[in-house]
């Protein structure tokens, strides 16, 4: 009886092992994501499938005519594709299907110089605004993400909506209560965005970047 008893007691430990180990093993991808760059292509862009919780970063085949293709790889829940120039302009697609097929927008990188300029109390961000062509928002808004040093040596960070390519706020009133527990001393990054406001899940366009000393 004892055999038995034990006999079946390591079938059923097997049985859960077998059960956690196919829990713990990577599932899911297996989709196909095709896209086109449009408008110029530099050298040093690149188009990647992305997903940042799971570790997941493929690049993608790109050919001459700006066409790409990537495959999700299993434990990659959530993708997305990012083209990154390398020079702080990038388009960040909607999320895409992990297991079946995602056939993209076309996608085209708008780059623009950041100002900023702070006199009397005020601080005032303005950019280019976003051109009307293929692969960009045909209704764009824009909004200014902020990333700050905290105190505690975290990052912070504090998004602005602006309706056109300009945003002007009081420091004092409209700027630092959101950014609390900021270190002083190190530089404010202001990072300027669009996206289509009647597509919630589509793409974001990140058109520059610039640094800002916040006193």
Not at 78 to 106: I, K
Not at 181 to 186: D, E, L, S, V
Request: glycine residues 12%.
């Amino acid at each position: 009886m004892r055999s038995l008893r034990a006999l079946a007691g390591a079938a059923l430990f097997a049985l859960v092992v077998a059960l956690v180990w196919r829990g713990a093993a990577p599932t899911g991808g297996g989709g196909l994501v095709t896209g086109r760059l449009v408008g110029p292509i530099d050298s040093g862009t690149v188009v990647l499938l992305v997903d940042p919780p799971a570790g997941v970063g493929v690049p993608a085949e790109v050919r001459e005519d700006g066409r790409f293709e990537v495959r999700v790889p299993p434990g990659a829940p959530e993708p997305w594709v990012v083209v990154d120039t390398g020079t702080g302009a990038l388009v960040q697609s909607g999320g895409v299907h992990p297991s079946s097929p995602t056939a993209l927008p076309p996608l085209r990188v708008w780059r623009t110089d950041v100002r900023v300029r702070a006199q009397g109390g005020r601080v005032r961000i303005d950019w280019s605004a976003i051109p009307e062509a293929e692969g960009l928002p045909p209704q764009a808004r824009y909004s200014v993400l902020m990333k700050y040093e905290r105190d505690d040596r975290a990052e912070g960070e504090a998004t602005f909506p602006a309706l056109e390519a300009a945003l002007e706020l009081d420091i004092q009133e409209e700027l630092l209560p959101y950014l609390p527990h900021r270190a002083p001393g190190p530089p404010v990054e202001v990072i300027v965005r669009a996206f289509d406001p009647t597509d919630p899940r589509g793409p974001m366009w990140i058109g520059g970047r610039a640094t800002w000393t916040l006193e």
